[in-house]
């Protein structure tokens, strides 16, 4: 591979040639003469014989094509697909298109009619079926030829049976336990089937070459009400008609597992595969230094393609760097790509470790991605800095040949952000928010979400909407935003997969800056007209979020997303670190644990101000809480609490302004009740702000150990 810095020139390249197949020539042929006989038999012979071997050369003919068209689509030649970086920036070959079967809530049926964001999202099925005497539920029923190529379930308890009938048969070609089968090793292991943050996934394809039908043995989940409880998404191709397609079987899986054994370490190695062998490479690095309002960039002069792009930005304030310095990208004359650098490369607001297959994050703040990137004369590639600090940049970019044909496509990075967006309260404070509306021929290969939570409840309910060329209901219908991201559940841990990841959900739970991101290998969706994708902001509480969505794609000439540049978005301030509001309380430190707003309704109605209380959990002994108390004006006061106690409450000693006042307080009770009033006191305030400190020294010997506090309310008064 060879380097040379930016900014220098390389030798002159020629475009590469695309090598022609060359004709063969038509020998000359004549009509065999007759045999120099009158024999009308003899002519019939050769007749007989010339005819025989006409016959026999159509039918070699006839089984080639038939031999050579058997496998156009097949298991093996879907693994190899997978990790082929290159075929996803021409239009698919064979073409297929690419639809969503899932549990969403059926009452959902058009935008302006009531239950359009209804969410009961699970146990819905397309019918149900008598097999064999037993009741089967069909998830999903597709004619052919096609392939499942992405499974997302989940449930509170994995006892069902999936069943896979292929083709019309009466028997099923898979036949496994729902968390066995999704997630688990009854095909196959990780990183293909795994679970990520409580969500079991599945990306081992399944071809067929007539219909699939996939059936679910319905699990009545005694402790959910006696419901049957299961969440799932299939994703599945149809490809053209005519097209070969050789179904999965069992068989074929086994023989195609030291192929799948090399795939899963490949996609765990991102930067092992480049499209062409490293002779072919080239590498341009180098250090760019932007001042406000400037760019810097270089300029690519020829036909080829990116294949690996890398930047570490250096700043004072290097999370405001990551959003207002912007990658900007042309080729061929159009711009396709305008995104703030570090929802480019999925991480979100600050350097949040993580890597993907197309996508890396290093702790170092290096960050990488392998999209191909394909231009048919040249590409121009740019860093603007749209804040108002100096930013150094360093840049490494390789390229390697690429012919460009009717079938290649640019590569698009849309971004799009609305801030302090209102959420109601669940249902019917719901709306859609658009990731992205294209106009063109294109296919859409992933997207990431970068999102502000300002309220201490679940802000992802909402569910995917993916409308394909005008399409007027969508064909991903989805059932929830962690469902989409391959998570299930609200659950903020972090996680990262090759297919998809959460590189951060800053907390305490859902608090703060979060990161969602995915990408589609077998599971992106072509589109010949246009693309819409929408995502339901379904909050639980009434409150203010910031949505970033950044949406990658790939399109023909002329293809555009209806959003443009958006600077003034990208200058605006964002923090590492977001401050802990809870209303009623300034949260000034915590040693350990997370703190947030519950709600209390269900122990009673009442009982508590406005049905909540602030609660400390995931703490120890010896762990601290710091509070802020203020005044008005100096004067002695004391401090009245309104504490919750609980079977797994702790015993908690209190401090002022870092002084113990009184003896430790158990706060154990076989019941979840308010705790007796508590008065601290009386203390001599001046006018600055003071603390109260909430130290955990130990739990009753009857209590569970879990070592919880829960506040309802502080009160500062005068002192009598």
Known sequence: MRRRPIG???????RPSVPCPRKRRSRSS??????????????????????RCCFIAISLCIAAVQTATAAEVSLPTLLDEMTDRAALARLPEPAYTCKQASSYDPRSVAPDRPGWFANG?????????????????????????????????????????IRVYLDGADKPVIEANVGELVGGAALVGPPLSEVRANGRNLYLPIPYAKRCKVTFDRNFHKSFKGEDLLYYQINYRTYAPGTMVESFSMAGLDAAKDQIATLQKTLLDPASVMPEPATKLETLEGVLDIGPGQSRGISLPHSGAICRLSVKLGAKDPVQALRSTVLVMEFDGEQTVWCPVGDFFGGGVGVNPYKGWYRKVDEDGTMTCWWVMPFEKDCQLALKNVGDQAVKAAVSVTTCPWTWDDRSMYFHATWRQQR??????????????????VDGQGVFVGDTLVLLNRA???????DEKIYVDGETFPSHFGTGSEDYYG??????????????????AEGPGNYGNVTNTRVRLLDAVPFDKSFRFDMEVWHAARTHVDYAATTYWYGRPGARATVGPMPEEAKQPVKYDTEVVIPGFKVLRRTAGTVEIQN????????????DQLWWQRAKPGNQLDLALAVEKPGKYVVKLAMTKAPDYAVVQFHVDGKKVGEPVDFYDPVVQPAEPITLGPFDFGKKEHVLT?????ANDQAAKAYMVGLDRIEIVPAR
């Not at 008598?130 to 989940?154: Q, S």
């Not at 909430?694 to 130990?698: F, N, R, T």
Request: hydrophobic letters at 35%; a negative charge.
């Open 456 to 462: 201490f409840a679940w802000w992802g309910e909402g």
């Open 487 to 504: 998570y299930a559940w609200c659950t903020p841990e972090f996680f990262e997969s090759p297919f998809h990841g959460q590189p951060r």
């Open 694 to 698: 909430i130290e955990i020294v130990g």
């Open 600 to 611: 209390v309704h269900v122990f009673g109605p009442g009982k508590w101000l406005d049905d």
């Open 121 to 161: 999202d699970h146990s819905q099925y397309v019918r149900s079926e008598k097999v064999n005497g037993r009741t089967e539920w069909v998830m999903m029923d597709a004619e052919g030829p096609g392939a499942i190529v992405r499974w997302w379930v989940t449930s509170g308890k994995y006892e069902g049976t």
């Open 8 to 14: 220098t020139a390389g030798p002159a390249r020629k």
């Open 30 to 51: 004549t009509t065999p003469s007759r045999l120099a006989s009158s024999s009308e038999t003899g002519d019939r012979r050769e007749k007989a014989m010339w005819t």
């Open 420 to 437: 302090k967006m209102e959420t109601g309260n669940l249902e019917d404070g719901a709306f859609d928010w658009n990731y992205v509306t």
